[in-house]
């Protein structure tokens, strides 16, 4: 009684508040108030009060028309703003060849503290520029450093080399200016899946299918 009704509640806001001050939280601004986006907003804030780690971690999957092939990676998703999520990478890096000649993605979630995960389907295209160098001006001299001094996921000699190449940055560049080949991918997603994993193994799944505007919904076999 005494747990679930004054410690729970407690443990959760004390979470929600290292979380938050830790700035490892996406950040959701004016969200869109249909259903997929409530609910998402919803399994978030289960999970962040769940003390969920590593939260904001998204996977991308790509297809690469040129090799014939689709990838993933995690990145880290920054923003809902409204019915748009918003990530930062490289802009020569081989996920931005991808989106340039695939526009089509999926995007994952998984939050193991509450056994859910989220699954996107969307369209993907780059950020504004005035957009990339407003984000970019707030963030640490040592994450611009990197993003300057790195091109990502060409191949070096060391890595003394990435290193090298890091505290150069750090020293001589303009550290508040955003390079060209720096910034944001934004997508809307077109389709979301909803799974909760249940000990059961009857595992609810709910689908929303943007369909001519609208969103229909229904749930899937697990
Ligand atoms: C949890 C996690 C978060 C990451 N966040 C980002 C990110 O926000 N942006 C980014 O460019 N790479 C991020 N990375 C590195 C990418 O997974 C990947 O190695 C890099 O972007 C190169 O990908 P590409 O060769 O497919 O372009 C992250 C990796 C992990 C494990």
Redesign the pocket.
């Known amino acids: 009684m005494l747990i679930n009704f004054i410690l729970k509640p407690l443990i959760a806001n004390i979470t929600y508040i290292i979380n938050s001050n830790f700035n490892v939280v996406i950040k959701f601004k004016n969200i869109n108030q249909e259903a997929p986006y409530l609910l998402l907003k919803e399994k978030y804030d289960d999970a962040l009060n769940s003390g969920q780690k590593?939260i904001e971690?998204i996977s991308i999957s790509s297809f690469n028309t040129k090799m014939n092939e689709v990838?993933s990676?995690?990145?880290?998703l920054k923003f809902v703003i409204n019915d748009r999520f918003i990530?930062?990478?490289?802009y020569e890096?081989?996920?931005?060849y991808s989106f340039s000649c695939h526009k089509q993605i999926c995007a994952l979630f998984y939050w193991p503290s509450t056994n859910v995960q989220i699954r996107m389907k969307a369209k993907i295209k780059k950020t504004s520029s005035e957009f990339n160098q407003k984000y970019f001006s707030q963030r640490s001299k040592e994450k611009n450093a990197l993003a300057i001094s790195s091109n990502?996921?060409e191949p070096i000699n060391s890595y003394a080399q990435v290193k090298k190449n890091f505290n150069k940055s750090l020293k001589n560049d303009n550290l508040k200016k955003c390079p060209q080949y720096w910034g944001g991918f934004s997508f809307i997603p077109y389709y979301f899946e909803f799974w909760q994993g249940h000990e059961s193994r009857i595992n609810k799944r709910e689908v929303f299918n943007l369909i001519e505007g609208e969103w229909r919904n229904l749930y899937i076999q697990p």
């Open positions: 590593s971690a990838d990676r995690y990145v880290n990530f930062f990478s490289n890096s081989p996920k931005a990502q996921s």
